[in-house]
């Protein structure tokens, strides 16, 4: 049983602060991590892919993954409202040349920036 | 570049009927992947094809199932409908062999009275 774990929120940040947003999952195995943000009413948008352990920064966004603890994280700095969502985190058990595998998702963290 | 299109959007059906989804994946993208998104299981995976091979498949019955075509075009179905299905229905793609990143689709809202 694969199993993503992330921290239940909902999490709320003021304009401006560092959002902060925790994975953790089951199968050591699991080579590819993704953090996707869905808006209410939309479908998942991907905004970061982390293979390695250590950072990953784009942007306002910085991914961390440390294979060790079976741990990803999410930083959003400087929130904006526009920020607020639903953050999604997955884990696929192929390597990033596979064609196979899938993704096992959590169930979200609602994140809500207030001006 | 266009991104995933999935049809219809949105659709109503009743108990028993069956629907087929259609998903065209992003050009270039050979694996097209279907999940289903309930508020009270998430996003649960249904199946994953490339190259018109079913390559995954997740914990559903076998009222669901699905095909891909030589254009990477896939289509699900589900057939025999029940009041549990109603849900969005999520077509996501991805290249295959280079990147494990997938793309979705803006969804098909199934409602099953």
């Known amino acids: 049983q694969k199993e993503v774990e992330q921290n239940s929120g909902p999490l709320s940040v003021p304009e401006g602060a560092i959002a902060s947003l925790n994975c953790t999952y089951s199968d050591r195995v699991s080579q590819s991590f993704f953090w996707y943000r869905q808006y209410s009413g939309k479908s998942p948008e991907l905004i970061m892919s982390?293979?390695?352990?250590g950072d990953k920064e784009d942007g306002r966004f910085t991914a961390q993954l440390n294979k060790a603890s079976q741990y990803v994280s999410l930083l959003i700095r400087d929130s904006q409202p526009s920020d607020s969502a639903t953050y999604l985190c997955?884990?696929?058990?192929?390597?990033?040349?596979?064609?196979?595998?899938?993704?096992?998702f959590g169930r979200g963290t609602q994140l809500t920036v207030w001006p | 570049k266009a991104g995933v299109t999935q049809t219809p959007r949105y659709l109503i059906k009743t108990r028993g009927q069956q629907v087929t989804l259609s998903c065209s994946p992003i050009?270039?993208?050979?694996?097209v992947s279907w999940y289903q998104q309930t508020p009270g299981q998430g996003l649960q995976f249904l199946f994953e094809?490339?190259?018109?091979?079913?390559?995954n498949k997740g914990n559903f019955p076998g009222r669901f199932s699905g095909r891909q075509f030589s254009n990477s075009r896939s289509e699900m179905n589900v057939s025999t409908l029940e009041l549990g299905d109603s849900a969005l229905y999520l077509c996501?793609?991805?290249?295959?062999?280079?990147?494990?990143?997938?793309?979705f689709g803006e969804g098909s809202r199934l409602t099953v009275l």
């Open positions: 996501a793609s991805r290249r295959g062999g280079e990147t494990g990143e997938l793309f």
């Open positions: 997955a884990v696929n058990t192929g390597g990033r040349g596979s064609t196979l595998g899938r993704l096992y």
């Open positions: 050009s270039g993208h050979r694996s």
């Open positions: 982390i293979y390695s352990n």
């Open positions: 094809y490339f190259s018109e091979t079913q390559r």
